[in-house]
């Protein structure tokens, strides 16, 4: 699983990172900023999204750590899978070899046995839906951060459209207002990681070493 750009490339093509500035803008506005683009009188900039995942340390400490849950439940789904299927081979073999003496003991080994299987796809169930909840919340905290750093960022540049760069949906787009970096320093500057991650990127790095 490349949970990388599971979590965040689809996410962040949908963040709503274009913006309209407010206030009125003057001509000197317009050309104050030379990373502005000047389009029938519009300021426009756009961001890179693979640099801005790369680069971004709340999107690096996240992945990190859904990178190591995916994996986790992964490890766990595919052992109960693999005991699963050793009981149902066992049992298999012994019905093969007239081990089962009476009929309701075959039915109760079968009856188990479904159990079993319909106990592992109510895991799996529980699992995936806990990890895209998770996915969930951290694509939300990510686009506020993003949005709430463009605001304050607008307040002086006065774009009207921020657009993000991402594949080949701008065909040509000119360096000279690509304010990438711009974005990813200030949202590093700002970035302070929280107890809670801090507790969960302690734990990826014990379980990575017990591991080794």
Known sequence: MNTKKYLWGAT????????TSCGNKTQGENSANEKSG???GAKIAYVE???????YQLYKDYSEV???????IQNTLGEKQRTLEAHAASLQKKYENNGFTTRDELER?????QR???????????????????QARINEEARDSIQSFLKRYNEDKKYDYVMIKAGDNLLIANPQYNITQDIVEG??????????MEKAMKGTTE??????
């Open 187 to 196: 949202l590093n500057k700002n970035y302070k990681i929280t107890p809670e």
């Open 38 to 40: 000047d389009i029938q």
């Open 12 to 19: 962040m093509l949908a963040a709503c990172l274009t913006m």
């Open 109 to 113: 080994a079968q009856n188990n046995l």
């Open 66 to 72: 859904l990178t190591r849950k995916g994996t986790n």
């Open 116 to 134: 079993e299987q319909a106990d592992l796809q109510e895991l799996a169930e529980r699992l995936n839906g806990e990890f895209n909840a998770e």
């Open 207 to 212: 379980s990575s070493e017990k591991s080794e």
């Open 49 to 55: 999204l693979d640099s801005l995942m790369n680069q």
